[in-house]
């Protein structure tokens, strides 16, 4: 059995992985779906590079608030693909990007898809009629020099940036460089033939968790060096959770900020996270008051979550088990038709917990346990979402 570090001794040494059991808790496929869609350009190895990629473009931005009147749209027959704008304040016109084009359409009330079929000079009349009559009458624009200028973003007046490298910098004063010179670091990997969580992998391209491209920025980082126990398993082996965190967001408002902490067994190759419990999440939308929030609430619990003692989490995982609400069958069945579960759900949940603990449900724990392991095998997401969050209600009454 692979050597087992808690909290309270980090520093001892890691000889092998940690057996984990990931039939336990949920699946979350979010990391997954960002590493599984990010081309190489937007892979970084460390948070010290990633920050400075995102703090770079920064630096070479302005925001600014004009009157969507002043806006001046160009357009040429010579070149039916080209458009550009010519804003007060810059002598240059401006290249809008893909993503920008389609939020200044959204602003004027104008059909991205359709404009975008258009030869430059009509989309270009419709458009200009669009700024000239829009309502809101001003817009703030976010603009790059970078060899040629351009419209990375258009938004309402109010919206509230709060920058990438504002976030990144946040992770960075409890993580470090993210690559374990802290105990936050990119996640190892599941060996699925020993079923145990390596924590040590080398961060390289495949592996990585750190993610930027030019309108978001999102990253995964875990304690998985120092296991946490909570209980027993039925065989005697120790319950094994890591803590765990991801976070993301959009300068140019194509997403809010967000930062989600949970606990997990283990995270595979493909970055799925396994076995996941206490999942919390904080969102932030680019209001005008978003930068004020940033600091005074997501950054906090952000290293709240990382410094914090894990003994909560325990507690709350020890009274589940130990709190019994079902003694015979027909307790059972009551106590999930009582909150909402069909007939089939029921009798699929007790039967899960039969065959993987060696007993009917009998705790909050074991009932938990069931759903979670019954919500994984729903082909539909928003089915598996409403098991999972009964689960996690059930959990959190204990």
């Excluded at 060696?358 to 095998?377: E, K, L, M, N």
Aim: proline letters at 5%.
């Amino acid at each position: 059995m692979a050597t087992i570090l808690t909290q309270s001794d980090p520093s001892r040494p890691v000889s092998a992985g940690y057996k984990v059991d990931i039939s336990r808790g949920q699946r979350i496929g979010r990391v997954s779906s960002e590493w599984f869609s990010r081309p190489d350009d937007e892979r970084f190895l460390s948070l010290s590079s990633l920050h400075a990629a995102v703090r770079a473009r920064a630096e070479r931005a302005t925001a600014r608030t004009v009157e969507t009147r002043d806006v001046r749209v160009e357009a040429s027959r010579e070149d039916a693909e080209r458009l550009a704008l010519l804003v007060p304040g810059r002598d240059q016109p401006i290249m809008p990007t893909h993503w920008s084009f389609g939020q200044l359409c959204s602003l004027v009330g104008a059909p991205a898809s359709y404009l975008r079929q258009l030869p430059a000079p009509l989309a270009g009349i419709n458009m200009q009629h669009g700024l000239l009559s829009h309502r809101a009458e001003l817009m703030k624009t976010l603009e790059t020099d970078d060899g040629r200028i351009e419209l990375r973003a258009v938004t309402g007046p109010d919206y509230g940036r709060i920058w990438d490298h504002e976030l990144v910098a946040a992770v960075m004063r409890i993580a470090g460089d993210g690559t374990g010179d802290t105990r936050w670091k990119v996640p190892g990997l599941l060996d699925w033939s020993t079923m145990t969580h390596n924590p040590f992998v080398e961060v390289t391209k495949d592996t990585t968790t750190l993610y930027a491209s030019d309108r978001d920025v999102f990253l995964f980082l875990v304690d998985d060096a120092h296991p946490i126990e909570a209980g027993r398993l039925p065989n005697g082996d120790p319950d094994l959770f890591f803590r765990g965190f991801y976070a993301w967001n959009s300068e140019v408002g194509s997403k809010t900020l967000g930062i989600a902490s949970f606990y997990l067994r283990a995270v595979c190759m493909n970055r799925n996270i396994w076995g996941a419990e206490g999942f919390e999440e904080i969102s932030i939308r680019h209001s005008k008051f978003a930068a004020n929030r940033f600091a005074n609430e997501a950054a906090p619990a952000l290293e709240n979550f990382a410094t914090s003692s894990p003994a909560p989490f325990m507690a709350g995982i020890k009274a589940a088990r130990e709190r019994l609400v079902a003694r015979t069958d027909e307790d059972r069945q009551s106590f999930l038709r009582k909150r909402g579960f069909s007939k089939g759900d029921t009798d699929r949940i007790i039967a899960t917990v039969l065959d993987e603990e060696g007993h009917p449900p009998a705790s909050i724990f074991d009932f938990v346990q069931g759903i979670t392991a019954v919500a994984r095998d729903k082909p539909h997401q928003d089915a598996r979402l409403e098991l999972e969050g009964k689960a996690a209600k059930l959990l959190t009454a204990a």
